[in-house]
């Protein structure tokens, strides 16, 4: 086919997930419930930090934005996806498929830079306790948020001006179900050897950075704690970090199968991308709420009020 400049493609087409056609009703609805659930339990996160007084912390300042990053980041690709599965529809427009990709990155790098800078407020919280509130202070915690996002939008758009300049084929095929960038650069006409290094240099970078940052947080954390050992130090240890540490884990293995350790696309890294794009942001409230105290509480008295006003009227 050929080659035109990437403004001239009106569209591009989806392959979606490798789902036999007569299962496409089941994954459907199942989609359909993750996604739901990923929405309305990481609402509930924010709107319960929103309301309770006890966690206005910078902790849950932090947890807030992470919230709302995950339920952005799922919302920029499993809409489009049900929508195609329903429709059995795989096109997407060109402005359509490199908006998605701008803001899939924009909450991705989000996600990564808050994992990041919720490590660092752990560490802070672990290793110098009583000097916790004039460490984390409000304009700290601003200003931390305020780099999250600005970063990210840069890196957003770094990518995708990067990617506008190639060129592809007509109507050309995307073996995946939102337009991720590594695989719009496995189908492009162009030389991606610029897009690449961008990838595994400012990315990578940028990504073992937030890494390093997370490491040495709780290596730092593990010394103090082993320095002087017992069991009550351990389980607050544990109850402070554990649900952190939890997500980082989950997040961090599937982005690195699929952006660094994947020599060719296939269904082991689409499985990957629905980890993370899907499975994860629906799990981050249940990992939080569930081994949360406070938040358990947060839930607990809004309950009670909902039930007394709902008994009032």
């Known amino acids: 086919m050929r080659p035109e400049n990437q403004s001239s493609v009106s569209q591009f087409l989806l392959l979606g997930l490798p789902i036999p056609p007569g299962q496409q009703g089941v994954f459907f609805t199942l989609f359909l419930s993750m996604y739901l659930t990923t929405v309305l339990g990481n609402l509930l996160i924010i709107l319960l930090i929103r309301l309770d007084s006890?966690?206005?912390?910078?902790?849950?300042?932090?947890?807030?934005?992470?919230?709302?990053?995950?339920?952005?980041?799922?919302?920029?690709?499993?809409?489009?996806?049900l929508m195609n599965m329903q429709t059995r529809q795989q096109s997407i427009s060109h402005v359509g498929c490199i908006s998605q990709l701008y803001f899939f990155i924009l909450f991705a790098s989000i996600d990564n830079f808050l994992l990041a800078v919720m490590a660092y407020d752990r560490y802070v919280a672990v290793c110098h306790p009583l000097h916790y509130t004039s460490i984390m202070r409000e304009g700290l915690c601003l200003l931390l948020v305020a780099g999250c996002w600005i970063l990210s939008c840069v890196r957003g758009l770094l990518h995708t001006i990067l990617l506008v300049r190639l060129s592809f084929s007509a109507d050309i095929t995307i073996p995946h179900f939102y337009c991720d960038l590594v695989a719009l650069l496995k189908v492009s006409c162009s030389d991606v050897f610029l897009n690449k290094l961008m990838i595994f240099t400012e990315a990578g970078m940028l990504f073992f950075l937030a890494f390093v940052v997370i490491l040495g947080s709780y290596i730092r954390i593990g010394t103090i704690i082993l320095r002087v050992p017992s069991t009550k130090r351990l389980h607050k240890a544990f109850s402070t970090c554990g649900s952190h540490l939890?997500?980082?884990?989950?997040?961090?293995?599937?982005?690195?199968?699929?952006?660094?350790?994947?020599?060719?696309?296939?269904?082991?890294?689409?499985?990957?991308?629905?980890?993370?794009?899907?499975?994860?942001?629906?799990?981050?409230?249940?990992?939080?709420?569930?081994?949360?105290?406070?938040?358990?509480?947060?839930?607990?008295?809004?309950?009670?009020k909902f039930k007394f006003f709902k008994q009032q009227s």
């Open 246 to 304: 939890c997500v980082v884990l989950l997040y961090y293995m599937t982005v690195a199968g699929v952006y660094f350790f994947s020599s060719s696309w296939g269904s082991k890294d689409i499985i990957a991308s629905v980890m993370y794009t899907v499975v994860t942001p629906m799990l981050n409230p249940f990992i939080y709420s569930l081994r949360n105290r406070d938040i358990k509480q947060a839930l607990d008295m809004c309950v009670h």
């Open 54 to 81: 006890r966690l206005h912390t910078p902790m849950y300042f932090f947890l807030s934005h992470l919230a709302f990053s995950d339920v952005s980041l799922s919302s920029v690709t499993v809409p489009k996806m």
